[in-house]
């Protein structure tokens, strides 16, 4: 089900320093996902989402962005996709993050978009405006199999549709990569998915890729996830269980020599393993007079 609400505040300051991105702001232009990934942590209790499966359009969210730009003081990169993908089917129909990026575009804002959809090609225009500031675009990629990935992540684009959208993007001097994660414990923690990864990666022109050898769970989002281990992966659901009982931070049995594995290959193709993000040094600099 998809509905309307009205939100209150549209960008949330970001815990500083963030290591991951160098994010100042958040932004959420909806709430709940379509994508539907098995794993998603944003099933859990604490971000108050009662269903997950209805989309709650933010409909005066573009009024709210437009407002809270003017009147920001300090410039700082504006990430998307953190409770959600900006990418996913509504936004086809919606068209809020597109409306979003637009002004960000006009307000010289850097901006950071994390997706696993194809889609994020209508707004290569506008990304590339944004990209005289800097514009990064990451896609969610843990594995390249486009049947396992249908199922993890049932309503995302194909990690085949991923890779291609990475590839056009950098053609077109986008700065794009990959978020590896989260890396699924016994769903492809492996060295040949890991190379593979990086492979298709360095191919498609990604400038980075940033792991994270394992997953989270808690709470509604666990239950969730083992209610789908038992139908789409019978008896999976006891090794986890057995291996990391209540633990939040879940890494894969492997992590240590799949870490080696990943910044050897990394290495060898010339990909960075960490995001390079946007600096208040990179913005031009008024003069005094």
């Known amino acids: 089900m998809i509905k309307e609400i009205l939100a209150k505040v549209l960008l949330s300051s970001v815990k500083q320093p963030d290591p991951w991105f160098g994010l100042k702001y958040n932004m ?15 099933r859990s209790k604490c971000y108050r989402i009662e269903n997950f499966e209805d989309i709650l359009v933010k409909a005066n969210a573009i009024e709210l962005l437009a407002t809270e730009l003017a009147t920001k003081r300090v ?36 901006v950071h978009v994390i997706t696993k959809s194809g889609l ?18 990451s896609f969610s990629i843990s594995n390249c199999d486009d049947d396992l990935a249908a199922k993890l992540e049932p309503v995302a684009s194909p990690v085949s549709e991923r890779f291609a959208a990475m590839e056009r993007l950098a053609s077109r001097g986008i700065y794009t990569g990959v978020i590896l994660m989260p890396l699924l414990p016994f769903l492809g923690d492996n060295e040949e998915n890991i190379s593979a990864i990086v492979k298709r990666a360095a191919d498609s022109g990604a400038g980075y890729i940033i792991p994270s050898f394992g997953m989270t769970m808690r709470d509604r989002q666990r239950s969730y996830f083992y209610d789908k281990l038992d139908e789409l992966f019978p008896g999976l659901r006891p090794r986890y269980e057995e291996l990391y009982g209540d633990e939040y931070h ?20 010339g990909i960075a393993t960490a995001i390079k993000p946007w600096s208040n040094n990179d913005a031009p600099q008024l003069g005094l007079f």
Do not use: W
């Open 75 to 110: 410039k700082g990169t504006i990430g998307t996709g953190s409770m959600n993908d900006p990418y996913m089917p509504v936004e086809a129909r919606r068209n809020l993050t597109g409306q979003a990026l637009k002004l960000i575009a006009d307000f010289g804002f850097p």
């Open 250 to 269: 879940c890494s894969v049995p492997t992590a240590g020599r799949l870490s080696q594995v990943f910044e050897e290959a990394c290495d060898k193709v």
């Open 28 to 42: 959420n232009l909806y709430r709940g996902c379509q994508h539907q990934c098995i794993y998603c942590d944003s």
């Open 120 to 137: 994020v090609l209508k707004d290569l225009n506008t990304l590339q405006a944004i990209a005289r500031v800097y514009a990064a675009v």
